[in-house]
């Protein structure tokens, strides 16, 4: 059995672990106390809500396993045709999960980057709760970008739904200069 222990990650993202300890995002090992490990497997539960996460201690070559759950606060995406629905980050790991395919992208990646977006919402909503779709399409692929650049591009075909290829190829121009920009 393991005993629950929660720590405020700022802004609306609580971090629950096992009794092993845990600083943040770091796990403290349970055999030596070293917070070098490296995760070498990750797996969501089916909703995405939960994470386990197989570790391997740098310092003594110890293995354990953390339990991360990450709540949310209720948030309300407000979309193109104007109609309103829950975020739900499942949808946008489906997405990034078929664009990544067959590229040399990790799970733990694709975790990272889940991570990110999910505080970048949170930072970015009002008290309304309320964000623009676009806004987080526009975020994922900001950050799929530094991954793969290939992943990047099917993302943005599928999200964006071009007219043609020149407004394909005039809208990655116009994200590169934003990015470069943000830099
Ligand atoms: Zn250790």
Known sequence: MHSQAAFLLGKGTILEVNTFECYYRYMKCPNCSSDDDKVIDSRSNSAGTAVRRRRVCNACGYRFTSYETIERRHIVVHKKD?????F???KVRRGIDSAAQKRNISPEQIDNL???L???IDNR???DRIIESSAIGDE???LLY???RVAYVRFASVYKAFADVSQFVSEIQS???TISGTK
């Open 82 to 86: 104007g109609s309103y629905e829950d």
């Open 118 to 120: 999910q505080v970048e």
């Open 175 to 177: 994200l590169e200069t």
């Open 146 to 148: 530094n991954i793969d």
């Open 114 to 116: 889940l991570n990110t």
């Open 88 to 90: 739900n980050i499942d």
């Open 125 to 127: 909503v009002g008290a």
């Open 140 to 142: 994922v692929l900001k």
